[in-house]
């Protein structure tokens, strides 16, 4: 598992999610703090910095030092690693997703605006991410069920499988939440063909059809189905302030065909009250 800092207290809460996170998979953890050298101010004369980027070199090192001291505290026994990268952190956290189980980012890190809700970074790494990504948003509860949004896309099998080994791993209750939207109006032609009660049961199946793998291979986590008639940002918002985590796919089925991030995931990202998983499939 990777965990992405760079000095923030967003950032040392990821850390400390991770670290959970890492001891309840029984995997390693890599604390990895990536900066670029800055290109203006360069001082002429002896540097200002020491050595030649060596008071730099020694904030990236504190940086990291402080995260895997935080992340040893919380989980004693966890293989914990401190790594610096010289890059762009976008890009080193989306190369190195590439060789892990889950990468771990604050919502918002020392470099964002005062009234960003969710930073750059976490953002590009859920949209670009070749694994789950963690964002640590809202308030962390230690109890709660672990929320999975579904919507029975073809993309959403992994996020499915992922909230399940959450759930199985945080010995938590799974709280499957499936909203449907009601008639938009005359132009929708579902309710000419389709009662109400109708609908609901093809939902319902929707519902049944997306858990019936994943269920079927962890039996011991307890489920529960909630079927809810409205709109699926705002239930799965409303749904976010009793969980201890929430789990959606990158895509729905609703969305644009190039999209990297749908509009549900890039919600939950900004408005949870919890931590969010993105899940490409």
């Known amino acids: 598992m990777l965990v992405g800092v760079d000095g923030s207290e967003s950032a040392l809460r990821a850390v400390e999610t991770a670290a959970q996170e890492a001891r309840s998979h029984g995997a390693r953890l890599s604390v990895v703090h990536a900066f670029v050298w800055p290109l203006l101010h360069v001082p002429l004369g002896p540097s200002a910095y020491g050595p030649p980027?060596?008071?730099?070199?020694?904030?990236?090192?504190?940086?990291v030092d402080t995260a895997v001291a935080r992340a040893r505290a919380c989980a004693p026994d966890v293989d914990v690693t401190g790594e610096i990268i010289e890059g762009?952190?976008?890009t080193v956290l989306a190369t190195r997703s590439r060789s892990a189980a889950l990468v771990v980012v604050g919502s918002r890190g020392a470099g964002a605006f005062t009234g960003l809700l969710v930073g750059s970074v976490a953002v590009h790494l859920a949209a670009h991410a070749a694994c789950p990504v963690l964002v640590v948003r809202g308030r962390e509860r230690p109890s709660g069920p672990v929320l999975l949004a579904v919507d029975g896309s073809a993309g959403s099998d992994a996020a499915v499988e992922f909230a399940f080994a959450e759930a199985a791993a945080r010995g938590a209750e799974l709280l499957a939440v499936h909203a449907w939207a009601p008639s938009?109006?005359?132009?929708?032609?579902?309710?000419?063909?389709?009662g109400t009660?109708?609908?609901?049961?093809?939902?319902?199946r929707v519902l049944d059809?997306?858990?019936?793998?994943?269920?079927?291979?962890r039996p011991g986590v307890p489920v529960e189905r909630r079927l809810v008639r409205g709109r699926t940002r705002p239930v799965l918002l409303a749904e976010s302030a009793g969980a201890q985590l929430v789990v959606a796919g990158a895509r729905g089925r609703g969305g644009f065909a190039g999209l990297l991030l749908g509009s549900v995931s890039q919600a939950l990202l900004h408005h949870a009250e919890c931590p969010v998983a993105v899940v490409r499939g």
């Open 53 to 63: 980027g060596g008071g730099l070199r020694q904030q990236a090192q504190d940086v």
């Open 197 to 204: 009660e109708e609908i609901r049961g093809e939902e319902g």
């Open 88 to 90: 762009e952190p976008l």
């Open 184 to 194: 938009t109006g005359p132009a929708d032609p579902t309710p000419l063909f389709h």
């Open 209 to 217: 059809g997306a858990l019936a793998v994943a269920e079927a291979r």
